[in-house]
């Protein structure tokens, strides 16, 4: 017989382990695993954001006037956005093709749409964020315009 010691037994600290270990698995460790994996998702939004307002602002830069450039900038932009999945009605681009029109102004464009936050293969996306990425670039001092 074993000796008493006092203390109930469904009032020990046995078994309290396992109950840790699930607990913390569930609440800590496969959260922090979601959003680790939702990391390079995040950065390839963000790349293709600049890619697209880069794109857009030399289509505007190497125009031969303001308004071609304009209509240029804004339909690559959204061409490079629809590539890589966002919907049109998802983005909005902004181009500064007019108002530095003239060498050695700059010219600016701004790229918005919105992304799921965190994204799980298989499960789906859980709440979203909007990503604004910008690009400026300088007409060339000595090219000639028409």
């Not at 046995?14 to 995040?42: D, K, N, Q, Y």
């Not at 010219?107 to 709440?127: D, N």
Request: positive net charge; contains cysteine.
């Amino acid at each position: 017989m074993k000796p008493s010691t006092g203390v109930p037994p469904y009032r020990t600290e046995r078994g309290s382990g396992a109950v840790e270990l699930v607990l913390t698995t569930a609440f800590i460790l496969i959260p922090m695993a979601i959003l680790l994996l939702s990391l390079p998702l995040m950065v390839a939004y963000r790349a293709m954001g600049d890619a697209a307002a880069r794109e857009a602002v030399r289509a505007c830069a190497t125009a031969f006037d303001p308004s071609s450039g304009q209509q240029r900038a804004e339909s690559l932009a959204h061409r490079i956005l629809d590539e890589r999945g966002l919907s049109p009605e998802a983005t909005e681009v902004t181009v500064d093709c007019q108002s530095a029109w003239k060498p050695g102004g700059v010219v600016s464009a701004t790229v918005s749409f919105r992304t799921p936050l965190i994204k799980v293969v298989g499960l789906g996306s859980l709440g979203s964020v909007t990503i604004h990425r910008s690009f400026r670039e300088r007409i060339e001092t000595y090219r000639s315009t028409p």
